[in-house]
């Protein structure tokens, strides 16, 4: 089974949230080529996936 490109993104966000930086990179990335409903379903996993990293929230906040 393949894997969607919303779970790709999930994974190679998680990969990269160690450096903020490139978390912000691969975020704006995402942003670029997911279709709207992906998104919506990105935004909402982010805020849970940022509870206990608050540096990586400023991303999000950069993007919207």
């Given amino acids: 089974m393949s894997k969607t490109m ?3 993104t999930k ?5 990269v ?3 903020v930086d490139l978390f912000c ?3 704006s990335k995402a942003y670029k080529f997911l ?4 998104l919506e379903e990105l935004t909402n996993w982010l805020l849970k996936f940022t509870e206990e990293k608050p540096e990586l929230r400023q991303c ?4 919207n």
Avoid: A
């Fill in 11 to 15: 994974s190679v966000l998680k990969r």
């Fill in 60 to 63: 999000i906040l950069n993007i």
């Fill in 17 to 19: 949230s160690f450096d």
């Fill in 35 to 38: 279709l709207p409903y992906e």
């Fill in 25 to 27: 990179k691969e975020l």
């Fill in 6 to 8: 919303l779970d790709h």
